[in-house]
C-alpha cells in the first residue's frame, strides 16, 4: 500500500518553509530587516525558541544574515549572480549595453503579456499606484527620482507577472543598472523631450495593463525599450561627434 505514517511537522520548519516563500516570491528583498525576535514570534505564533532554530536554519542555507547589534537581515542573495570580474567586462564594452537592452525588451514584454493576463486586480493596482507617483514627479524634474520610479513600474509589472525566477532574474538585472554597469538613466531623464516620452511611454504601458491586453502590453513595452535603445545609440553618437569636434578644434587653434 502506499500510505506511510503522518508525522507532525515542527514549529521550526513551518517558520522556515514561510519565510522561504516570502523570499522566493520577492516579498521579503535582499537587505531588508526582519522584525525583533519577539515581535517576529508574536506575529508567527510560535515560541522564541522555535523561532531561533528556524532562523539558525535559514542562516545556515544563506537565506539569512545576522549583522551584530543590528538584526538579521536577508541576505543579498543577488550579489553573487554576476561576478565582479564579469560585471567589470559589461561596464567597458558598449555590446553588451544593447544586449542588456534587447535581453530586457524581451524580458519584459513577456512579463507585461503574462500580468495583463494573470495580475490580480491589487497587482494592477501596485502598478496604477506606481504610475501615478511617476506622473507627479515628471513636474519637478528631479532625474534620481524619476530614474527611481521607473525601476519600480518596471519591477511591479515583473512581480504581477508571478514568475518567481523572473522575477529574482530580474532583479539581478536591474541591480547591475542601478550600479550604471550598463548606462546612466538619469542622463535621459535630464532631457525634457526624452522625458516626455518616457512618461507617455510608461502609460500606454500601464493603459494597457489596467484593460487586461496582453498583446497591447508586450508591444507598449516593446516600443519603450526600443525608443530608450534609440536614445542611447544618439547619445553615444553625440559623444563621439563632440570629442571628433574638440580634435578638429584643437587642431586649428593649433593647441
Known amino acids: 500500500m502506499p500510505f506511510r505514517p503522518v508525522h507532525p511537522e515542527k514549529l521550526s520548519s513551518a517558520v522556515v518553509r514561510q519565510i522561504e516563500q516570502l523570499i522566493l516570491r520577492g516579498i521579503l528583498r535582499p537587505g531588508e530587516r526582519l522584525p525583533s525576535e519577539r515581535e517576529l514570534a508574536d506575529r508567527m505564533g510560535v515560541s522564541r525558541p522555535s523561532l531561533r532554530d528556524a532562523i539558525g536554519a535559514l ?27 564579469l560585471t567589470q567586462l559589461f561596464a567597458r564594452h558598449d555590446e553588451a549595453v544593447f544586449d542588456y537592452l534587447s535581453f530586457r ?36 524634474r528631479n532625474s534620481d527620482e524619476e530614474a527611481k520610479l521607473d525601476a519600480q513600474f518596471h519591477m511591479a509589472i515583473i512581480e504581477a507577472s508571478h514568475n518567481v525566477i523572473m522575477l529574482h532574474m530580474m532583479r539581478s538585472m536591474y541591480q547591475l543598472l542601478r550600479d550604471g554597469v550598463f548606462y546612466n538613466r538619469q542622463v535621459m531623464f535630464k532631457q525634457r523631450t526624452t522625458r516626455q516620452a518616457l512618461l507617455d511611454q510608461h502609460r500606454a504601458i500601464n493603459d494597457a495593463l489596467q484593460s487586461r491586453d496582453p498583446e497591447g502590453a508586450r508591444a507598449a513595452v516593446h516600443a519603450h525599450m526600443d525608443y530608450v535603445e534609440r536614445a542611447l545609440r544618439d547619445q553615444q553618437d553625440a559623444e563621439r561627434n563632440e570629442e571628433i569636434a574638440k580634435q578638429r578644434l584643437d587642431h586649428e587653434t593649433g593647441l
Do not use: I, W
Open 59 to 85: 542562516q545556515d542555507t544563506g537565506l539569512l544574515t545576522a549583522r551584530p547589534g543590528a538584526g538579521v537581515y536577508v541576505a543579498d542573495v543577488l550579489g553573487s549572480a554576476f561576478a565582479p570580474a
Open 105 to 140: 525588451r524581451d524580458m519584459e514584454g513577456l512579463a507585461a503579456e503574462r500580468a495583463a493576463r494573470l495580475a490580480s486586480d491589487t497587482d494592477l493596482a501596485v502598478v496604477q499606484a506606481v504610475f501615478e507617483k511617476m506622473e507627479a514627479a515628471h513636474p519637478k
